[in-house]
């Protein structure tokens, strides 16, 4: 029987024993998926498959434990040359530790086939492994991951070997540097390298000045201005419920971080849920250009129409030159923005969310901006509907609980460790962002097994343990797959509480009674 484990609520990772495995296992589903399935991500030694309700995803396990792809049928390869510069910061000590010298581990990297297996992390980043597995090297990632991971790095961890499309977080050891561009969304496909393409690395002394590693392009739509916009405050983003279904491309969903607030700024001016709308950070200030109903919900801020108070989660109307201005937040960390009719903002793979780790969608909005409206008609606005944030203050700290499941790595730690987990009152740190709140507390969390887990795919909720033994936890814009254990994975309700804790907030885990499924 196959070995499936649980990843929160609505997802499941299946342990396989190869990576031949791993790809019929992909191919087959990816053909034909289960019912409600939205995604799945082949990873090292595992699948990853995400469903649209718990129940679905309950549903699933039983098929999973008998199921039995056929093999895939493989493409033709393409033969693919990456020019690179062989000039990482991690190069000589990596070296090093495998008693090779750089001019050993150059002419390793260089000198072997590599063959794309399958894509994740970020849009581009393509997992690739020895043609000849006995030219394989055992390469540990860093025991703290870097916060910013230059983009075009070529890197090294476990068996792998990849490239960096754009600046984003990482464990990985880095030997060298590219401009092949890894990533193009005006392509079909827009990821250079796929799986079972043979990618061969090229030593170069010098790179061109005019390459990027990543292109993106941004669809157009109509529009009608609505709103200038005069202070962006900390950030302010165009949102929507993101991109569904695009992991295998390592595109994570993205979207609203805090789900529940921006359904309900939407709901209340009669938008779809999905519609696209403005998450901000620190408070922002704009002035309507025509008369329009906005509502705003989330962080507990201040809210004033033409210097007037108005309350959250309620419809307003903004006349005409009238400023709207949402103060910082008293409490929690982003509010949201719905306009009657929808926003309308330049897309990438049909969705208008700003995903700040891989780079795509529109970019943040900068003072001076015009903020337009969709043209796509509204529903009845409902003025019942209360603002869902749930962190509270206890005293000087802002604080919240999110359930959660454990696992699916949780035996990486053991009992004692999984309940100073589950005991602890955390901190976010001030490096935390959308792509995940970093926490800390005095006394790590530690391992019981030694090694590297093969990287694998993540949800939002999920709960890293890098070596350090201080949690990340992965909000909207996390990276597709990662490569340290997952203690546990918030469900995906909870998400939302997690996305309002500001640096200094305090975070708790509570175990979510899964018998109630």
């Known amino acids: ?67 039995s792809p056929d093999s895939a049928e493989r493409g033709e ?27 050993e581990l150059i002419e390793w990297h260089t000198s072997t086939t590599w063959v794309a297996a399958f894509g994740g992390f970020a849009p581009g980043f393509t997992y690739c492994v020895p043609e000849d597995p006995s030219r394989a090297l055992t390469i540990p990632r860093r025991d703290t991951p870097r916060t910013a991971v230059p983009a075009g790095a070529v890197a090294l961890a476990g068996e792998f070997s990849a490239v960096y499309p754009r600046t984003s977080p990482g464990g990985w050891q880095l030997i060298g540097t590219t401009n092949t561009p890894m990533w193009d969304s005006t392509a079909t496909p827009p990821a250079l390298v796929l799986p079972g393409d043979k990618v061969h690395y090229v030593a170069v002394d010098a790179l061109p000045e005019d390459s990027v590693t990543a292109r993106k392009h941004l669809a157009k739509p109509p529009r009608r201005p609505v709103f200038t916009l005069d202070d962006a405050g900390l950030q302010t983003l165009y949102q929507d419920l993101g991109r569904q279904g695009n992991g295998n491309l390592g595109v994570t969903t993205s979207g609203s971080a805090d789900r529940g607030s921006a359904r309900t700024a939407n709901s209340a001016v009669g938008n779809k849920r999905n519609a696209t709308l403005l998450e901000n950070v620190g408070g922002c200030a704009m002035t309507a250009l025509t008369e329009t109903v906005v509502c705003v919900t989330g962080a507990d801020a201040d809210v004033t129409v033409g210097g007037r108070p108005v309350p959250l989660a309620t419809p307003t109307i903004v006349p005409a030159g009238a400023e709207l201005v949402v103060k910082p937040a008293r409490l929690g960390m982003r509010t949201y923005i719905a306009v009657r009719g929808g926003l309308i903002a330049d897309t990438e793979l049909d969705s208008a969310a700003t995903d700040m780790l891989s780079g795509l969608g529109p970019a943040a909005l900068q003072a001076g901006d015009t903020i337009a409206m969709s043209l796509t008609p509204s529903e009845s606005a409902n003025s ?80 890293q343990i890098p070596p350090s033994g201080q949690p990340v936890l992965f909000l909207r814009d996390h990276a597709v797959t990662g490569g340290y254990p997952v203690i546990a994975t918030v469900i995906n309700e909870d998400v939302d509480i997690a996305a309002q804790l500001p640096p200094g907030g305090k975070l708790r885990f509570e175990r979510y009674p899964m018998e109630e499924q």
Not at 21 to 31: E, G
Not at 84 to 97: E, F, R, T
Request: glycine share 6%; aromatic share 6%.
């Open 77 to 103: 390869p393409r033969d693919i040359e990456i020019a690179v510069l062989y000039d990482g910061s991690d190069l000589a000590d990596l070296s090093s530790s495998l008693g090779k010298t750089p001019d």
């Open 1 to 67: 029987m196959t070995d499936v484990k649980r990843v929160g609520t609505r997802a499941l990772i299946v342990d396989l024993p190869d990576l031949a495995t791993v790809m019929d296992w992909y191919t087959a589903l990816t053909a034909q998926p289960l019912d409600h399935q939205t995604d799945v991500v082949a990873a090292a030694r595992t699948v990853l498959l995400t469903f649209d309700s718990p129940t679905a995803t309950t549903k699933a396990i039983s098929t999973l434990q008998t199921y």
């Open 384 to 463: 019942l509907l209360s603002n869902p944030l749930r962190v509270e203050r206890d005293g000087a700290d802002v604080v919240g609980t999110v359930r959660c499941v454990l696992g699916p790595r949780d035996d990486w730690f053991g009992d004692e460790s999984v309940e100073q987990f589950l005991n602890t009152t955390f901190t976010v740190t001030g490096d935390s962002n959308r792509v995940g709140l970093r926490l800390e507390a005095d006394a790590p969390i530690t391992r019981v097994r030694e090694g590297e887990l093969p990287s694998e795919g993540m949800v939002a909720g999920s709960v």
